[in-house]
């Protein structure tokens, strides 16, 4: 079974920590996703990596960055988080290209204050 | 972008009922998945479709891909409570493409 692992269920932050969320797949799958979700919304893609050390922008990178030094974690970064980042963030993963079958983890609540 | 429309947003059935819905492109797509996220989870693969016309069925859903190309469906036979939670379907145009995700559909079930 594909395994995706995001290291942190619940977290409480303030306002302009930095924060870090952490997600490892251990299917050497090549492509790796961040989403949000938000009631209403759906899923919207905050940056994506089709191999170690590339990462391309989703649909709303902005406030956020990414890091990905080993083809099994992939990273996501909140420079100085903000209110509006409290949301349910998803971590993904997928072989080759990139429209094939996306696995979950099972997300992390983030709430900042 | 590329948008989907899912509908409908919320739906409230009895216990055994069945339930239909359905996902929308603004453009033609060559796959159709559905996902469904359980409360506090994150979202599970129940069907991929890969071909205009494709049936596919797992256990009591069965899902197909619309003739045009710009609509599938999700249907669920006969409903019971761990049903519950919110489906979403998701596309892409072409392989090079990244999946588009719908607004998901949220189901409740009531006994």
């Known amino acids: 079974d594909v395994k995706v692992t995001q290291s942190s269920r619940y977290l409480v932050k303030r306002t302009g920590e930095k924060v870090f969320l952490e997600c490892v797949q251990d299917?050497?799958?090549?492509?790796m996703f961040w989403y949000r979700q938000d009631p209403g919304l759906g899923l919207r893609l905050i940056y994506f990596?089709?191999?170690?050390?590339?990462?391309e922008k989703g649909d709303i990178p902005e406030g956020y960055s990414v890091s990905r030094e080993k083809k099994e974690r992939f990273s996501l970064i909140l420079e100085s988080a903000s209110t509006n980042q409290t949301s349910m963030y998803l971590c993904?993963?997928?072989?080759?290209?990139?429209?094939?079958?996306?696995?979950f983890g099972e997300g992390s609540w983030l709430t900042v204050v | 972008g590329q948008q989907l429309n899912q509908s409908p947003q919320s739906m409230f059935i009895q216990e055994g009922e069945d339930v239909s819905m359905n996902c929308t492109s603004s453009s033609i797509f060559n796959t159709w998945l559905w996902y469904k996220q359980d409360p506090g989870e994150g979202p599970v693969l129940l069907i991929a479709l890969y071909k205009a016309g494709e049936l596919t069925s797992n256990g009591r859903l069965t899902a197909q891909f619309g003739i045009t190309r710009k609509d599938s469906f999700l249907n669920i036979s006969a409903s019971i409570p761990s049903d519950v939670g919110i489906y979403f379907c998701?596309?892409?145009?072409?392989?090079?493409?990244?999946?588009?995700f719908g607004t998901g559909t949220r189901l409740q079930v009531t006994l």
């Open positions: 299917m050497d799958h090549e492509n």
């Open positions: 990596s089709y191999d170690v050390k590339m990462k």
């Open positions: 993904a993963s997928s072989f080759g290209g990139l429209g094939n079958t996306i696995y």
């Open positions: 998701a596309g892409q145009p072409s392989a090079a493409s990244k999946l588009t």
